[in-house]
């Protein structure tokens, strides 16, 4: 099943922040978040594996609830280069035959404006 | 150096043709994976090798056939294309944690 990442898109200026989420049916092991830009590969950002982990990274950072089966991407003072679109991916079981198998959301565009 | 390289980059095919793409990676992962990313940025895993046994495979049609020679490559072969398989195909590959992905095929069906 996958995951439902919400808003859809959003549209930001130059340092203003945002919350991207991720919300997933099915109890979840770990959740990754990736970011696209257009006509390139997504690359990885994070992953969280523990329930209640947040994880940053300069000025994006991510939590994971594991209770409510949901993960939030938290963007602070946005810059031109954070453009792209943003995908969660989730993994529902450790190892086994669903190893490493990530199930993404939808895509969230985000678009940062001067 | 490309991580995880992928080969072609664009192909313009006509329906029913038989078509291949190649991967590689030089990060020594164990596990690589096909990804096929649609028109509406839907990304969807296809398969996943682990030291070159098939462990997804994601109710693919039988058409696309992966191979993998060894852990370092896996490459994906189609049979009769059809229109919807017009897509970006992304190869790519995991030592655990993170996924790293190739820079994606271009494939268009016509």
């Known amino acids: 099943q996958q995951p439902v990442q919400s808003p859809q898109a959003v549209i930001l200026r130059e340092g203003e922040d945002a919350v991207i989420n991720c919300s997933s049916s099915?109890?979840?092991?770990?959740v990754h978040w990736y970011r696209q830009k257009h006509g390139e590969a997504p690359v990885f950002l994070m992953i969280?594996?523990?329930?209640?982990e947040q994880k940053g990274h300069e000025k994006i950072s991510a939590s994971f609830n594991e209770k409510k089966q949901q993960s939030s991407l938290y963007l602070t003072a946005s810059q031109l280069s954070y453009s792209g679109t943003y995908f969660c991916?989730?993994?529902?079981?450790?190892?086994?035959?669903?190893?490493?198998?990530?199930?993404f959301g939808q895509g969230t565009i985000l678009t940062v404006h001067p | 150096d490309t991580a995880v390289s992928q080969t072609p980059k664009y192909l313009v095919t006509q329906m029913g043709n038989d078509k291949s793409i190649k991967c590689e990676q030089n990060?020594?992962?164990?596990?690589m994976y096909w990804y096929k990313q649609d028109s509406k940025k839907f990304l969807k895993i296809m398969f996943s090798?682990?030291?070159?046994?098939?462990?997804i495979n994601e109710t693919v049609p039988n058409r696309f056939s992966p191979k993998s020679p060894d852990k370092a490559h896996l490459n994906l072969h189609i049979n009769s294309l059809e229109l919807g398989d017009s897509a970006v195909y992304f190869c790519?590959?995991?030592?655990?944690?993170?996924?790293?992905f190739g820079e994606g095929s271009w494939l268009t069906v016509v």
């Open positions: 790519a590959s995991t030592s655990g944690n993170t996924i790293y």
């Open positions: 099915k109890a979840l092991y770990s």
């Open positions: 969280l594996l523990k329930g209640g």
């Open positions: 991916g989730t993994e529902s079981s450790a190892g086994g035959t669903s190893y490493g198998k990530l199930t």
């Open positions: 990060l020594g992962h164990d596990t």
């Open positions: 090798y682990n030291n070159k046994e098939l462990i």
